[in-house]
Each structure stands twice: as structure tokens, then as C-alpha cells.
């Protein structure tokens, strides 16, 4: 193998890598301590009528399968340390969608006595998604949005 065909080489696998990510991105969901609506319009977000597997996404059990992790909810004492573990245990790279205005701000738990803030105060964040709860369409738009970034190559990947 000559010297200049090895970057060629590992180039042209990242670029396969990003497009098999984009056409099929796993997603592993976790509730930091939401009031579950936000999680309700993510179950429907998954249902045929809404159906996000058209896009490719599909839901894992384990975050050492997962690409994107889908947080709802302010983040909770309690939630704290399994959110940084599960984040951990995601291969690179990552990317997070925080949905809901409860995981952008605290929305209406912050300065609750058991919340310790939003998600970016303890892992970062790539796309947020507002609303009280959003509906499946933001949901789905945010996905789209934080797909556009990876493939743009603008998204904080880890
Ligand atoms: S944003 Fe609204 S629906 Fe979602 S967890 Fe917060 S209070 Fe509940």
C-alpha cells in the first residue's frame, strides 16, 4: 500500500460510516426525571401514524448499541449520575436530542429542591427541542435537524 492511499482509504470509510449513521441512526430514550409527557409524544412519534422508523430511527434497549440519546425532563439529584453513566457507555460518536422545555431550562421544575438543572448543565447537547410537551412533529423535526448537523458534520460528536 503506498502512503497516500491509506488517508484515501480511512476517508472514504468515515464518509460510508456517516452515511450508514444518518440512514440509520439507534436511539436510546431516558427520562431524567420528566413529568412524561414529553415521553408520551415520543411513544407517538414512534407509532404509525407519526412513524420516525421511516427515517431510519429505531430504539435500543442499550446505550452501547445507541447513536442518539433522547433525554426528557429536568434532571433530577437522583437521575444525575445514570445520565453521565449512560452517556459514558454510548460508543463515539454521540449525539443528544433534549426534548422538551423541561430539558432546555428546567422549565417548570427549576430550583426544585431535587433538580439539579437542565441536561447541557451535565452532558452536552446537540439539538434542543421546545415545547410543554412538544408535539410528535417537533420531535421528528429536531431529529432531522440533528441528522442535517452530522452530515454536515457540525453536530459536537462526543
Ligand atoms: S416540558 Fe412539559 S411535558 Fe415535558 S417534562 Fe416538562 S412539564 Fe412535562
Redesign the pocket.
Known amino acids: 500500500m503506498t502512503v497516500g492511499l491509506k488517508p484515501l482509504i480511512e476517508h472514504t470509510l468515515d464518509q460510508v460510516r456517516t452515511w450508514a449513521r444518518i440512514n440509520s441512526p439507534w436511539a436510546i430514550h431516558f427520562n431524567t426525571g420528566?413529568?412524561?409527557?414529553?415521553d408520551i409524544e415520543i411513544l407517538a412519534t414512534l407509532t404509525p401514524r407519526y412513524d420516525v422508523e421511516r427515517l431510519g430511527v429505531r430504539l435500543q434497549g442499550s446505550p452501547r448499541h445507541a447513536d442518539i440519546l433522547v433525554c426528557?425532563?429536568?434532571v433530577t439529584r437522583q437521575a444525575r449520575e445514570r445520565l453521565i453513566r449512560t452517556y459514558e457507555q454510548m460508543p463515539e460518536p454521540k449525539f443528544v436530542l433534549a426534548v422538551?422545555?423541561?430539558?432546555a431550562s428546567g422549565?417548570?421544575?427549576r430550583g426544585c429542591y431535587n433538580v439539579c438543572g437542565q441536561i447541557d448543565e451535565v452532558i452536552p447537547v446537540d439539538v434542543y427541542v421546545l415545547?410543554?410537551?412538544p408535539r410528535p412533529e417537533a420531535i421528528i423535526h429536531g431529529m432531522v435537524t440533528l441528522l442535517n448537523k452530522v452530515s454536515a458534520g457540525k453536530a459536537q460528536a462526543g
Open positions: 420528566s413529568c412524561n409527557g414529553c426528557t425532563g429536568p422538551g422545555s423541561c430539558a422549565g417548570a421544575f415545547g410543554c410537551p
